[in-house]
């Protein structure tokens, strides 16, 4: 069945994995990116699988969230399937993260996240039916130096989304969060650039099935989760990472 599709941080890594996988299922599917003429490139590349629309939004901003929404449905229609792919990261030892660099990434990773949640679930509830991913980090199960911030917000969406699956299930609306480990993203790519984490190639030797991941990957366990046979599956941290974090 044809469903209309949220996509945040939809213009490139896994977000437009995701996006992609979604037009091919047959769905509807607005990608949402802070970065507009991003969100209009990927856009365009798509438009040949399916209907979509950018939508440029900065989920760290709620009248920017709302009006993103608002715009999905009067081009699309009510949102019964959210991503909530948009994050970002920063290396800092722990004595070095200021308090505008920790608001930022509690911002865009856990409030944006929770911000766009609660701008997609009235026509969720409205429909009796509706599928909530989050995209959070294996990083926030296992912990990772240089990264308290970003673990801790990544810890907050694995537990908003639990507290989601219970809230909403009457509702038929499930919530499950992917933390993945390494993807080999834009993201990914500028960390390695940075010197911020070691070659993509070095860690992906590490992973038990031998490479890093790919949005493609992530897109597949999306895919299914939004499946009607997985209607039956809510509140579960979904581990996509080659066995690197059991």
Known sequence: MTRVAVVTGGASGIGLGVARLFLADGHRVAVLDRDGRAARAAATELAAIGKVLAVEADV?????????????????????ILVTSAGIESFNPLLSITA??????????????FSCVQAAVPDMIAAGWGRIITISSSSAQSGAPNLAHYTASKG???ALTKSLAVELAGHGITANTIPPTLVDTPMARQGEANGDIPGIGMVATMVPLGRAGTPQ????????????GAGYITGQVIGVNGGMYI
């Open 217 to 228: 990957d992530i897109a597949a366990a999306c895919s299914f989760l939004c499946s009607e």
């Open 100 to 113: 505008d660099i920790w608001n930022r990434i509690i911002a865009v990773n856990l409030t944006g996240t």
């Open 60 to 80: 760290a901003d709620r009248e920017s969230v709302d009006a993103a929404f608002e715009q999905v449905r009067a081009q699309l229609g009510p949102v019964e």
């Open 156 to 158: 907050g969406v694995i």
